[in-house]
């Protein structure tokens, strides 16, 4: 078997796969003679270096306690369908109850996971709907156009977080239930305001 399937691949194949091979080779030699016995004192290092990376706090993982009566959530009502968009797309990053992913939890990972979330939750952080992004009804009108903004061109989730979460990859029809969502949510805060002007105001 070994010989007819070593027969095919020769036909076409040969000359590079044995060119590559010697590379290979003789990238090896080349390395085991500049470390001899040093590859375990390296690996050692490697190994112990990477350990103690282990040990050196996540910044802002952390958060405080999770605050219902701050959050997005508890001010516009939001259906179930939309909830599910939001949850899959958006949360991980733009709330205070992010999960976190195994290899989340490894660094170097967890410093580039954090760093992202950190600046995510600069932007917007839905968890302080009252204290941040939705403090003034115009703050809360300009986020969620921002909010449909991003994901209809497709700049929100971020391309890495879609290749980790496949889940997080919206249809179409997805971003419009949002983005409808977004806009009766606005034409109600615009009501509100006028109802009560100044209400909300800080
Ligand atoms: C992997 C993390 C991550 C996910 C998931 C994510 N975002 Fe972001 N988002 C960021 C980061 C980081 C920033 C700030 C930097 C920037 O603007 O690129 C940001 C910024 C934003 C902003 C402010 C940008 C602006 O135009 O001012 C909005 C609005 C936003 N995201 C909406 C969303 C929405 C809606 C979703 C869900 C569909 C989402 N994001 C999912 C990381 C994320």
Redesign the pocket.
């Known amino acids: 078997m070994k010989k007819i399937l070593g027969g095919v691949k020769g036909r076409g194949a040969a000359a590079p796969d044995g060119e590559k091979q010697a590379a290979i080779l003789a990238t090896g030699s080349v390395l085991r003679s500049f470390l001899g016995e040093r590859w375990k004192m390296f690996g050692g290092i490697f190994l112990t270096a990477g350990l103690i990376v282990q040990l050196i706090p996540v910044p802002g993982e952390n958060v405080s306690a999770a605050a219902p009566e701050r959050s997005m959530e508890t001010h516009l009502p939001m259906p179930e369908p939309v909830k599910t968009v939001?949850d899959k797309?958006?949360r991980?990053?733009?709330t205070n109850g992010t999960v976190w992913p195994w290899y989340g939890r490894v660094a170097p990972m967890s410093w580039m996971l954090a760093h992202?979330?950190n600046?995510?939750r600069a932007?917007?952080n839905f968890s302080e709907w009252t204290t941040q992004s939705g403090r003034t009804p115009a703050k809360a009108i300009a986020?969620l156009a921002?909010?449909c903004a991003?994901?209809q061109s497709g700049r929100?989730?971020?391309k890495?977080?879609q290749l980790m979460h496949p889940e997080?990859r919206?249809s179409a029809n997805e971003i419009g239930i949002f983005c409808e969502w977004t806009k009766e949510q606005t034409k109600a805060l615009i009501l509100a305001k006028r109802r009560s002007p100044g209400a909300g105001q800080p």
């Open positions: 939001f797309a958006c991980d990053c733009h992202d979330v600046r995510a932007a917007v986020t921002a909010a991003n994901m929100m989730p971020l890495g977080y997080s919206l």
